[in-house]
Structure formats: structure tokens, C-alpha cells
């Protein structure tokens, strides 16, 4: 065996490989560089149960993306609706023994209620009113939506969304590393 084929067979026998966990949640194909911005926007973050992140990771599909395996947490609609806001067409699979028992297909919905803020300070949604923010998605690569009341348009990294017992939180810079 030459040099060069001993070298490329400890290339390939040097892969990292992350755990399997035994009950939770995995969220993969992220779009690159978001991984962290997600955990931090669900409150993800605070969890103090054990997580797997990867930034940046190879991936056949699309180049890179990022992964986030979670223990014990299963995701509420809530959290799965800021998800595909941020990383459309992200899969997130449900974990039980080992095993996937659930996988879901996350999709940008095309009408975003209650977790996005406009910034219009005269919009009726900032407003006395009982009315709840509401957007059209008009593009959902670039992310381009619309404020339904007063049509003010907004790309992803001028969304504001809204978080109950939290700050408002911004889009942050995606991590290229």
C-alpha cells in the first residue's frame, strides 16, 4: 500500500460522529450558520438538558448545514413555525429509544401570525387594538413578507419576532466559520 492511499484511508476512518440520543429532538439540514440563532429565538438555549450542536457540518445535500440534537425536548408549533421561518425545508425528527419515531418536513407557513413584530410604529398591530401581527410570505428564498395591515415588506434579517416573557429578538448574523 502506498503513502498517498494510507493517507486518503485515515482521512475517511477520521469523520466525526455524533451520538445518537436516546429520547428528544434532532433538527438537521439548518440552513449554514443559523444553528445558534435558532436555539436562542425557540429558547432552546435555556434548556438545561444535554445538546449536540454542529456548525457548519459537510453535507452531500447542500454543501453545509447545521444540526442541533436536543435530549428530552420535543418541539411545540411554535418553535417548529420560527424554525422554518429561519431554515426552510429543515427536517426535524422525533427520537424515542434510539429510534426515529416521527420525521417532519418543516415548510415556511404562507401566512406568518403572532411571531413576527412590524417595525411600523403607526401599524394598527403596534396598536391599543387587540389585533395580532400577521404577514404574507412573499418569497421564501430570499425571505421577502408583507405586514398585512400596512404592507411595509421585510427580509430576513430585518424580522423582529416576538417572544413571550422575553425580549423582542433580531435575526442575528449568520456564523461562517
Known amino acids: 500500500m502506498n503513502k ?9 476512518e477520521d469523520k466525526l460522529r455524533i451520538d445518537k440520543i436516546k429520547k428528544g429532538t434532532v433538527i438537521d439540514h439548518i440552513t449554514e450558520g443559523y444553528a ?14 444535554l445538546m449536540t450542536i454542529g456548525v457548519n457540518v459537510s453535507s452531500n445535500q447542500f454543501q453545509k448545514k ?3 440534537k436536543i435530549e428530552g425536548v420535543f418541539l411545540n408549533e ?5 424554525i422554518s421561518i429561519l431554515s426552510p425545508n429543515n427536517s ?3 427520537i424515542e429509544n434510539y429510534k426515529v419515531i416521527e420525521k417532519k418536513k418543516v415548510k415556511i407557513p404562507k401566512v406568518i401570525k403572532q411571531l413576527v413584530l412590524c417595525a411600523n410604529t ?3 398591530s403596534n396598536s391599543d387594538e387587540p389585533i395580532d401581527s400577521e404577514f404574507n ?13 400596512c404592507n411595509r415588506m421585510y ?22 466559520l
Open 66 to 68: 447545521d444540526i442541533i
Open 92 to 94: 426535524i425528527s422525533l
Open 4 to 12: 498517498d492511499s494510507l493517507i486518503n484511508r485515515n482521512m475517511s
Open 137 to 149: 410570505v412573499l418569497e421564501e428564498k430570499p425571505l421577502k413578507i408583507q405586514c398585512v395591515y
Open 36 to 49: 445558534l440563532t435558532i436555539l436562542n429565538l425557540t429558547g432552546l438555549d435555556e434548556s438545561p438538558n
Open 122 to 124: 403607526t401599524c394598527i
Open 78 to 82: 411554535t418553535q417548529m413555525q420560527q
Open 155 to 176: 427580509k430576513l434579517d430585518e424580522i423582529t419576532f416576538s417572544s413571550k416573557g422575553k425580549t423582542e429578538k433580531r435575526v442575528k448574523q449568520r456564523i461562517i
